[in-house]
């Protein structure tokens, strides 16, 4: 699979840009504020119809417009597939396949698959749940697009539960039955969806976990072993079944149990929204114990290891590494750089031509501004 053309129109810095891709390795190069992070940005997007940056969309569209598009045509076993993606300020956003408008964006998932790695992965290691679950999420979306539908609904459901809650957190609501029975048709719908949330990301765990200890020992041979678990808000302890039954009648066993301390706060306590994948080096946690070396080769072990099941499934996903290799050592550079060496396409971002391995066969491409404030830019290949 490769992305032959990309072409963005008032996408982030860009006004306009038009360009012509190929198979094998391409590397951008240029100083920082040229836009080259948003080219990548923009291929991730149309990956999963989101950002690696901003959770909102809003930024994304050039500061003046209304609309950003993206649009890229995907080859994949000599078959040519066009996706062009709309994003609309205050609008729902719109999609079309081959020039056909569809229903949904979700239906453009899977189309292109493709692994990014970014400086913004420490975060993976280091930040908050929110970004690993947007790891699993992301890469369950990609391997199975039906997943972009169930987080879709999860989502609509925890904030209409949300917010019910929220109505309810004052006591002088307490005891409006009318409004306690809509919140038991909420459980059932939470715990219904959330269940189904559940099992695709306990499923990807189980998947993800040897493949993660390989590329780890790979990245850091001299290391603790590193190793991944699902912790779930139902008990607070690691889960490994992925049985939807077992999980949506926990979810509403979880639910009931605490529904005096969700009035109490108004807010939903239980559900996918609130869980964790845990990563540990030997029998310490990663987060606050790894020191700088190893949250990276953790993080870069999470890409290699998402890389190889999408090769598993019978993928050949774009590898999208932006500026990356100016954050790793020399050994994790080799590393990265072997795993690069078989892939179809490998799109690079380099503030400095000094940044990519050295004796890499590579097409390289510089970006050029205007001097005008017209956003617009040229790449020419060096």
């Not at 996706?83 to 189309?111: C, Q």
């Not at 080769?297 to 099941?309: D, I, K």
């Amino acid at each position: 699979m490769y992305v032959r053309h990309l072409g963005l129109r008032d996408f982030r810095s860009w006004a306009q840009a038009d360009l012509d891709l190929e198979p094998g390795r391409t590397v951008f190069v240029a100083p920082n504020g040229y836009g080259k992070t948003n080219l990548i940005e923009a291929l991730w997007y149309s990956t999963t119809t989101g950002s690696h940056r901003v959770g909102t969309d809003a930024p994304l569209i050039r500061a003046g417009a209304d609309r950003a598009v993206v649009s890229t045509i995907v080859v994949n076993d000599g078959r040519e597939c066009a996706v062009d993606l709309e994003i609309a300020a205050g609008r729902a956003n719109k999609a079309r396949l081959n020039r056909s408008p569809v229903r949904s964006t979700r239906e453009v998932v899977g189309v292109l698959q493709a692994v990014l790695f970014a400086p913004e992965d420490l975060a993976l290691v280091r930040g908050d749940p929110a970004d690993r679950r947007r790891y699993l999420d992301d890469l369950a979306t990609v391997r199975r697009p039906t997943v972009a539908g169930v987080r879709a609904d999860y989502e609509k459901v925890l904030r209409q539960r949300t917010a019910l809650l929220k109505s309810l957190s004052g006591s002088r609501h307490r005891n409006d039955q009318g409004a306690l029975d809509t919140l038991d048709v909420w459980d059932s719908r939470l715990a219904e969806y959330g269940a189904q949330l559940m099992a695709a990301r306990i499923d990807l765990v189980n998947q993800l976990a040897p493949e993660v200890e390989k590329a780890y020992q790979l990245l850091a041979p001299s290391s603790r072993p590193a190793s991944i678990g699902y912790r779930a808000s139902l008990d607070g302890g690691p889960s490994s079944d992925p049985d939807r039954e077992f999980l949506e009648a926990a979810l509403l066993a979880a639910l009931s149990a605490r529904r005096s301390a969700e009035l109490e706060r108004g807010m939903c306590l239980v559900g996918p929204h609130r869980d964790d994948l845990e990563l540990r080096l030997g029998d310490q946690f990663a987060k606050g114990f790894a020191s700088h070396g190893e949250s990276w080769s953790f993080a870069v072990a999470l890409r290699l290891a998402a890389y190889e099941l999408l090769r598993a499934d019978g993928s050949e996903p774009v590898l999208l590494l932006d500026d990356v290799f100016a954050e790793l050592d020399a050994a994790r550079r080799r590393a990265l750089a072997a795993v690069a060496e078989s892939a179809e396409q490998v799109l690079v971002t380099a503030a400095v031509s000094e940044d990519i391995p050295s004796g890499w066969d590579a097409r390289r491409l510089t970006i050029e501004l205007r001097d005008d404030d017209s956003g617009r830019a040229s790449v020419v290949q060096q």
